[in-house]
């Protein structure tokens, strides 16, 4: 079945250091693909999403490319700040059946320090 | 914000005992899923609805029942609950995935079984 892997934190960065989370994916066809935030107390936002093979999402300076030929979507932000720390979960909508449900990863906690 | 209230928000029970967790919703969405997360594991799908009475398994359905007589509420019962149920329950929405459509969650539901 449609599975993502995500890279394991927690992830720890300074103020203005460059962010990458790492997400892969497996899945037939061409799913849409997604990262949602889960700020401390707070249910999941969607931050991001793409919906075909080279597209960019991108939001709040957070970016992301739909890689097929690497099954990828990693995260990634050139100046983290302080209010970026969060859980940070990736996601996929396959094309097969059940397509109206996502399939998540387990998470990456990100840690800004000042 | 969408209009998501998930209650109750906290609970403490003891194993054996019965459980409801209560989705309501105000924007009329057709889609409704219940999700559990717990370290290590994210976001695993339980149930989800895709209208009035019609519902489906997700991936950790055991032990979980559904149903939806209102379009805006969503129950999850935990017959008989068990400490492995101890969790974050988090309430989701949705027009549809497919287009623009996305997930909006609820602020979670933390439950601990004794």
């Known amino acids: 079945g449609d599975s993502v892997t995500q890279m394991e934190g927690p992830v720890t960065l300074s103020e203005e250091a460059f962010l990458t989370i790492n997400c892969t994916y497996t899945?037939?066809?061409?799913?849409?693909l997604f990262w949602y935030v889960q700020y401390p107390g707070e249910g999941l936002q969607l931050l991001l999403k793409?919906?075909?093979?080279?597209d960019k999402g991108s939001n709040k300076g957070f970016e992301a490319t739909y890689r097929k030929e690497t099954t990828s979507f990693h995260l990634e932000k050139g100046s983290v700040q302080v209010s970026d720390s969060a859980v940070y979960f990736c996601?996929?909508?396959?094309?097969?059946?059940?397509?109206?449900?996502?399939?998540f990863g387990k998470g990456t906690k990100l840690t800004v320090n000042p | 914000d969408a209009g998501i209230t998930q209650s109750p928000r906290h609970k403490v029970t003891e194993t054996g005992t019965p459980v409801t967790l209560r989705c309501h919703q105000t924007?009329?969405?057709?889609?409704m899923y219940w999700y559990r997360q717990d370290p290590g594991h994210g976001l695993r799908l339980i149930h989800y609805?895709?209208?009035?009475?019609?519902?489906d398994k997700g991936e950790v359905s055991d032990g979980y029942s559904v149903s939806r007589s209102k379009t805006e509420d969503f129950l999850l019962t935990l017959e008989s609950a068990t400490s492995s149920q101890t969790s974050v329950y988090f309430c989701?929405?949705?027009?549809?995935?497919?287009?623009?459509?996305?997930?909006?969650f609820g602020e979670g539901s933390r439950l601990t079984v004794l």
């Open positions: 899945a037939t066809g061409y799913p849409s």
């Open positions: 996601a996929l909508r396959g094309t097969q059946g059940g397509s109206e449900k996502l399939v």
């Open positions: 609805s895709y209208g009035v009475k019609d519902t």
């Open positions: 924007e009329n969405h057709r889609y």
């Open positions: 793409a919906t075909k093979a080279d």
């Open positions: 989701a929405i949705s027009p549809g995935l497919g287009g623009v459509g996305e997930l909006f």
